[in-house]
């Protein structure tokens, strides 16, 4: 039988309506959108303004203030090296927490070797900021607070509505990574009062390597200096020829997840309740991270008295999970965020992150429930 995907939290599948749309933008319509002087770069033009309206409308943005990008580490990099890049004299430090993305917590160590003061924040236990706390670290000289609206390991969602209260009321810019959040539950960046959004099109059934920064119209604008210089493309924080077939792609896949995120949410939080139920009565079952704010795409779990790489290894063939984010298990640390709950190296590697997808069904849940309780069983045995 083929393998059970559950790592949605590193991509997602391919939604097959999205491929479709990206196809002819391969082929026939492989014009540049910034040609202005023929049909070839109007069709080209035409197609990103529609992505861009469609990608808008997912988080309640203004057709203008989305800026293409190649992923959401670039995206991550641009608002916080970039607001670095133009901070005002007096107003440089950067506060964010410790169970951020790497593409946030290394930019911002990067800025903290080049003399700006960085302020790293732990979580609660149960992966969430404490607001007494950020509301103490957030000082005059604020520039930035970056904070992820939901993890990609635990699925712990953060208040941004309280994160931004805190940030505004000490006249500091908020950037969100929302990379897990946007596309599974509602988000509206203009209600939240937002200044800087990170999206990914490869997390919600899009291409890779194609995203968005969110850039609030401030008065004054946002100051924030590009990554690359080159054509003044994207108003000129990203210069390069569009990636058009990728930011087609980027806007159907928005669409997708806009109108029917009502109706999947419930159901990925249905499949992944069942999950947990069915995971709980193999016995000695910890869950990490708040049960409460959690995607409804995300379960993370340890088991007493096996290690991850055994489990991992025994679930290999069947099904596709991992221990951690895709980037950190490549170095083969335990998880900065689990670290983070609280946990030791050797919890922190027993973990399992599950990560549900449109197209997964009651029937693998079944079969991932018994998979893993004839490897746990066999694992505790040995
Ligand atoms: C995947 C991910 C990123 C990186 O996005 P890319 O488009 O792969 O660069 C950043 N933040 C979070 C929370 C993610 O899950």
Known sequence: MAPIYLDSHAPTPVDPRVLEAMLPFFTEHFGNASSRNHPFGWKA?????????RVAQLI?????????TSG????????????AARAPEGRRRIVTLSTEHRAVIDPCAALARDGFPVTVLGVR???RVDLDQLSEAVTADTLLVSVMAGNNEIGVSQPIEAVVRIAKARGALVHCDAVQTAGVLPLNVRELGVDLVSLSAHKMYGPKGVGALYVAKGRPAIALGPLVDG????R??????LNLPGIVGFGAAAEICRTGMAVEAPRLAALRDALLHGLSAIGGLHVNGSMNERLPQNLNVRFDGVTGEGLLASLAGDVAVSSGAACATAIAEPSHVLKALGLTD???????RFGFHRFNTDQEVVRVVSIVRAAVQ???SM
């Open 378 to 380: 066999r694992l505790r």
């Open 346 to 352: 050797d919890e922190a590697r027993a973990s399992l």
């Open 45 to 53: 033009a035409k197609a990103v303004e529609h992505a861009r309206e």
């Open 231 to 234: 054509g003044g493309h994207e």
């Open 125 to 127: 236990p149960d992966g």
């Open 60 to 68: 309640g943005a203004r057709l203008r203030d989305i800026v293409f």
């Open 236 to 241: 000129g924080y990203r210069s390069g020829t």
């Open 72 to 83: 959401a580490t670039e995206s991550n990099n641009l608002a916080i090296k970039g607001a």
